[in-house]
């Protein structure tokens, strides 16, 4: 395993990634693997675009250094290569084929370090028909069954933001098979391709739901189940300001705790009656509407009646629960969620903020000892000199 001279937190301490940048969940999840501890190098296009934001603020590039390569420039695959040649991993987000066709596809990576693992992370996955379209995370989930679970019956399916598909299902996924990859690279000297497909991890995520359905248990229809809002004891509901609290009582013992709480006890009907749960519905969203969504906290403060309010992300990092674990961290005048999970030796932080385009070049042709890196960094502030052509089709 290839040794990474930086200084290092986390049980990946010594680990070697290389990201050959993107947008999306490839990005969150070499910030993962950084912060575990590897020394993720990204790898920046001239001029790339990322995130419509400034790249001081992209939290998904902390825990990593930046340098830029040219890839359809003559010497911008040896460089890529060089780095493959030194890292324990690789991660590229290209549609299939486009890796290959700039020269650093998992073949020649594996000619120069048979070790490599070469993660892969796209939305419909590296062989099907739909391989080459175009797509974003709504539709991926779209076609897996997952989003139309979400939601009203009577409303168009509720949007996730881009957290099941993309980071559920892709990022998270492509973790775990760079990990495991990495596992049996180590035990037999052999590296692999991890071909992660959103449409893969997503569709894994509801293998619970798809063994209800399989045993009659679950309704192939939105809010109709015990999961999905079809309960009335679980889901969200309008208090008097406007907010919301979030009720999850669903065993028994739980049950009897919030509608004692909630002042219907004697209203409540049988929690198994779902002939009645129209009816109850409608009592407790009555009841919530009486308070406030901080005085229903408060109400049911200290019990195990399973309510919490929910809270925007501004909110999120005040919570008490949450800011005794320093669930959140402020670095760089960023709020931001801290790495997880955690380890009881190997120690994760943020060590740094977001890596800004080129600006880890020299550190890291010393660290690796790829003096091209110089060189190539060299060219790009050449070419910023001259008048912009057309860009080379992709």
Partial sequence: MAVAKTPGHGPLAGVRVVELAGIGPGPFAAMLLGDLGADVVRVDRPNGAGLAVNPVY??????????????????????????????????????????ERLGVGPETCHARNPELVYGRMTGWGQQGPLAQRAGHDIAYIALTGTLGMI?????????????LGDYAGGSLYLVVGVLAALHHARATGTGQVVD???VDGTSHLSAMIHGMLAAGGWQDRRAANLLDGGCPFYGAYETADGQYVAVGALEQQFYDE???????????????????????????AARFKTRTRDEWTAVFEGSDACVAPVLSLREAPHHPHLAARGTFTDFGG????????????????????????????????????????????????????????????M
């Fill in 58 to 99: 992209d939290v998904t590039n902390r825990n990593k250094r930046s340098v830029i390569v040219d890839l359809k420039s003559p010497a911008g695959p040896e460089t890529v290569l060089a780095m493959a040649e030194r890292a324990d991993v690789l991660i590229e987000g290209y549609r299939p084929g486009v890796a």
């Fill in 151 to 163: 939601g009203s019956p009577d409303a168009p399916p509720a949007v996730p933001a881009n957290l």
């Fill in 196 to 198: 992660a497909a959103i």
């Fill in 258 to 284: 919030f509608v004692d709480l909630l002042g219907i006890k004697d209203r409540a009907p049988a929690r198994k009656d779902t002939a009645a749960w129209g009816e109850l519905r409608e009592t407790v």
């Fill in 334 to 393: 960023i709020t931001q969620p801290a790495p997880a999970p955690r380890f009881s030796a190997t120690h994760t932080s943020v060590r740094s903020g977001p890596a800004m385009p080129g600006a880890d070049t020299a550190d890291v042709a010393h660290d690796w000892g790829i003096p091209g890196l110089l060189t190539e960094a060299s060219a790009q502030d050449t070419d910023r000199q001259q008048p912009p052509g057309p860009p080379p089709a």
